[in-house]
């Protein structure tokens, strides 16, 4: 027998009433030190690419090397992205997740 219409809406109005909730789990504070540390090994990482790029930006401008010059400006902004994306991640995840929880 088919489900009326009406069921049907009700059935996709419903709330499981399921929201994130700290202190669930055990190792929650273990799980975030080791994000936190994974972010700011990122961050070294990025500081030591752009260190590099730039190298490879001024080499390739002082000696004529037009590949090289272009390949040191790419990976400067490769890794200022890389940089911002990784220094606004927490607040990314933070603004889309207020975004979804306001979906009704």
């Known amino acids: 027998m088919p ?5 049907r809406v009700i059935q996709l ?10 202190g669930g789990l055990p190792g929650l504070a273990v799980l975030k ?13 990025v500081v030591g690419a752009l260190a590099v ?4 930006w001024a080499w390739g401008h002082h000696t004529g090397g037009h590949q090289a010059e272009a390949n040191g400006k790419k990976g400067a902004t490769v ?15 933070a603004f889309f997740s207020a975004l979804g929880s306001q979906v009704r």
């Open 79 to 93: 890794a200022a992205g890389a940089a911002l994306g990784l220094g606004a991640a927490n607040g990314i995840v």
């Open 53 to 56: 790029s730039l190298a490879v």
């Open 13 to 22: 109005a419903y709330d499981p009433g399921i929201s994130p909730k700290g």
């Open 3 to 7: 489900i009326p219409l009406a069921d």
């Open 33 to 45: 030190n080791v994000v936190n540390s994974i972010n700011l090994f990122g961050i070294v990482a």
